[in-house]
């Protein structure tokens, strides 16, 4: 059984606005997965594209509920046609299994969200930090690398299959210093605040799961992001359904605010970015800029002193597009400065 709560905690849970940021990383795999596969027959691959193809898109929209779009359900039985390449892995979650890892071409998965409709989420994604306590046997403890090496590998694997990159804790003396199991339980606002500051993250996922006596696991999910707070509690069949609920709620709240519904048409918008004072610089904003599934072309106009002005070829408004840019903390927005640009901002290195 699920449930899920949103809600603004305010001043009662500003844990994370204190030197919190929306860190981002470049998803490099955003258009490949890997899918379980009994051989390496022809069938077992056509099948496989077919699943392949179905994270891909779950992945680059960032919610399950793309697969339900007609023109996406309709694009899934020719998926074979659109692998670029695939490749055999062993799995390390079942002993003697097989993983087919499938990449597809970039542009055929963009065009068809584009005429899809559905929103598009950019491979830049702000980093999670996941806290995790596991009790079993009326022990709690921290879920770790020492502790449970299979639960933080399905952690891994579970937040890989969404595209969201994943911060673990140390645990170092510094962690354990500064947050108990029992005060990570309780979502004692203090001491998460303090222990998760030093990674400088908005986002951060906290867990608490139990095993049951009939195999069974139950548990809570609380996912904050600034003020914001979502809970999912749950009792699933296993630990890697439970870790799969967990990191769906963050997928699908993080979707919420990137994702943007692409235009089949490019807009032109003017950027504006001051400080740029080398070809370094210059080079790293147009070079971020076009590794943006929305900004087909960043092209220069002009040179001021340290201003230079970008014209940008988009799939999305300026308003839509500034929600993503601004997840790069070297691009700090700035007020209007008459120049005429859509978009302001300060290269801050």
């Known amino acids: 059984m699920i449930t899920l709560v949103r809600r603004s905690l305010g001043i009662v849970l500003g844990l994370l606005l204190v030197a919190a940021t929306a860190r981002a990383e470049i998803v490099k795999d955003l258009y490949s997965a890997e899918v379980p596969v009994a051989d390496q027959s022809p069938a077992q691959l056509a099948s496989a594209s077919r699943a392949a193809l179905e994270a891909v898109f779950v992945k680059v929209s960032g919610s399950a509920s793309v697969l339900r779009n007609p023109v996406v359900a309709a694009a899934l039985p020719g998926a074979r046609q659109h692998v670029q390449q695939y490749s055999y892995n062993k799995d390390p979650a079942v002993p003697g299994g097989l993983l087919a890892e499938m990449l597809f071409d970039r542009s055929y998965v963009n065009n068809l969200m584009i005429e899809s409709g559905a929103p598009v989420w950019t491979a830049n994604r702000p980093t999670v930090l996941v806290w995790l306590v596991k009790e079993e046997a009326g022990v709690q403890q921290f879920v770790n690398a020492e502790t449970d090496p299979a639960l933080v590998a399905q952690l891994r694997r579970e937040f890989s299959h969404r595209g969201v ?19 990570a339980r309780a979502l004692n606002s203090a001491a998460l605040e303090q222990a998760s500051s030093r990674y400088q993250l908005q986002d951060v996922l906290v867990g608490g799961v ?18 914001d707070r979502s809970q999912r509690s749950a009792t699933a069949e296993s630990e890697a359904l439970f870790v799969r609920e967990g990191v769906g709620l963050v997928a699908e709240a993080m979707a ?66 500034a929600t993503v840019i601004e997840l790069n903390k070297q691009l700090v927005p700035i007020p209007v400065t008459g120049a005429g640009a859509d978009l302001n901002y300060l290269w801050q290195k």
């Open 165 to 183: 990159p994943l911060q673990l804790p140390l645990y170092d003396l510094v962690d354990t210093a500064a947050l108990s199991v029992e005060q």
């Open 210 to 227: 139990a095993l049951q006596s009939d195999g069974r696991v139950t548990g809570k999910w609380n996912y904050f992001s600034g003020s």
């Open 256 to 321: 919420a605010r990137y994702a943007v519904a692409a235009s089949a048409q490019d807009v032109g918008l003017a950027m504006s970015v001051t400080g740029v004072t080398s070809y370094a610089d210059y080079a790293a904003v147009v070079s971020w800029l076009e590794s943006l599934e929305l900004v087909e072309r960043a092209d220069l106009e002009s040179v001021q002193g340290d201003r230079i002005l970008v014209r940008l070829q988009a799939q999305a408004a300026a308003d839509q597009l």
